[in-house]
């Protein structure tokens, strides 16, 4: 909610916030009933500026990069097959996405 500068600090500046190369918080499929055992379907819609993002799923380690949301600039929508432990999104540009995902 605040930040306080070093009286050191200058003429110097500063970045706060998110890095354009960051990585959402995960998403635990584990938490929604019966998401273990359907497909998931996701939609990424862009809210504002020109973020470049992939969807990425873990399966309950290492995280994957989805086959069809990879490197997007664009409204996405896809799917990913049982069973997906989370899902998140890396940007490698900034910007804002609302990140929806739905079991069947």
């Given amino acids: ?15 706060i ?5 960051s990585a959402s918080a995960p998403i635990d499929m584990r938490d929604r009933p019966g998401s273990m055992n359907h497909t998931i379907g996701f939609s990424c819609d862009i809210v504002s500026g020109t973020p470049t993002f992939t969807v990425q799923q873990s ?3 290492a995280w ?8 997007q600039s664009a409204n996405t929508q896809g799917s990913m097959a049982p069973p997906v432990m989370a899902m998140r ?10 990140f929806h995902a739905l079991h069947s």
Avoid: E
């Fill in 59 to 61: 399966y309950g380690g």
């Fill in 89 to 98: 999104l890396i940007f490698t540009a900034a910007g804002s996405v609302q």
């Fill in 17 to 21: 916030g998110w890095a354009a190369d």
């Fill in 1 to 15: 909610t605040s930040v306080t500068v070093s009286a050191t600090t200058g003429a110097d500046t500063f970045d």
């Fill in 64 to 71: 994957y990069n989805n086959a069809t949301a990879t490197a």
